[in-house]
């Protein structure tokens, strides 16, 4: 799994998963183009401030291709395809700011960081603890899956067989990360109800004060219009 990415500014926990919550909701009571963009922008520079300069100009430009889409090639298009890629066209878009934050989460946070704030804002453990493990459950399974790619190339295999030999083995791996992770974290007493020490910072700074301050700002622009 990659190390935690270190920026030049670091957010608590809590105020990213308020983030989270916010640009959720604005993305999806929002309908103007103006209003995506802009928001899409402002996590772009969040981003690359807490390090996550190549996942921000991916996320643009992805932005930037689906709107390139819907403005200039499906006013062409026959109305059959606009209509089958519409959906997803208009709707993709309002998920890259929400995918970009919650990038910030999990690779600028370790997991026990990530717990803390969760068990701050009193969520159940029945979601904590899935919720955890799903966390460090698929970047796991990607260098798994990563690992067993290169032993196929290495070996030459091609054709069907390739699938074969790939998917038993990822399948395997897959259900025996699943059940180490449990384990792990279990023995790391998540489910121990007495109050647990932090070794990291989760004090908020004055940047945590800025973001949930631009939090307000984005969801009174977004009742009101108050910019856009």
């Known amino acids: 799994m990659d190390g935690i990415v270190k920026g030049i500014i670091k957010l608590n926990p809590?105020?990213?998963?308020?983030?989270?919550?916010?640009?959720?909701?604005?993305?999806?009571?929002?309908?103007?183009?103006?209003?995506d963009t802009l928001i899409l922008v402002i996590i772009a520079m969040i981003s690359s401030c807490?390090?996550?300069?190549?996942?921000?100009?991916?996320?643009?430009?992805?932005?930037?291709?689906?709107?390139?889409?819907?403005?200039?090639?499906?006013?062409?298009?026959?109305?059959?395809i606009s209509a089958h890629f519409g959906l997803l066209v208009i709707h993709?878009?309002?998920?890259?700011?929400?995918?970009?934050?919650?990038?910030?989460l999990i690779?600028?946070?370790?997991?026990?960081?990530i717990i803390y704030a969760l068990k701050k804002i009193h969520l159940s453990d029945s979601?904590?603890?899935?919720?955890?493990?799903?966390i460090r459950y698929f970047p796991s399974l990607r260098e798994e899956r990563?690992?067993?790619?290169?032993?196929?190339?290495?070996?030459?295999?091609?054709g069907l067989k390739k699938i074969k030999v790939a998917v038993i083995p990822l399948l395997?791996?897959?259900?025996?990360?699943?059940?180490?992770?449990?384990?792990?974290?279990?023995v790391r007493g998540i489910e121990n109800?007495?109050?647990?020490?932090?070794?990291?910072?989760?004090?908020?700074?004055?940047?945590?004060?800025?973001?949930?301050a631009l939090c307000i700002i984005m969801f009174f622009n977004a009742r009101f219009q108050l910019f856009l």
């Open 172 to 186: 395997v791996t897959a259900s025996n990360t699943a059940d180490e992770l449990a384990q792990a974290i279990t």
């Open 107 to 113: 690779k600028t946070n370790s997991i026990r960081s």
């Open 14 to 35: 809590l105020t990213e998963i308020i983030l989270l919550i916010s640009v959720s909701i604005i993305s999806f009571t929002n309908e103007g183009i103006k209003m």
């Open 146 to 158: 990563m690992l067993i790619s290169d032993a196929i190339k290495i070996r030459g295999v091609t």
């Open 92 to 104: 993709a878009p309002k998920l890259i700011p929400i995918f970009l934050v919650g990038q910030i």
């Open 50 to 80: 807490t390090g996550l300069i190549r996942t921000s100009i991916k996320a643009l430009s992805i932005f930037a291709i689906l709107q390139g889409i819907k403005y200039f090639v499906f006013p062409i298009l026959p109305n059959t």
């Open 193 to 212: 109800p007495a109050r647990k020490t932090f070794v990291d910072d989760t004090r908020f700074h004055i940047w945590d004060g800025i973001m949930l």
């Open 127 to 134: 979601l904590i603890i899935p919720l955890a493990i799903s």
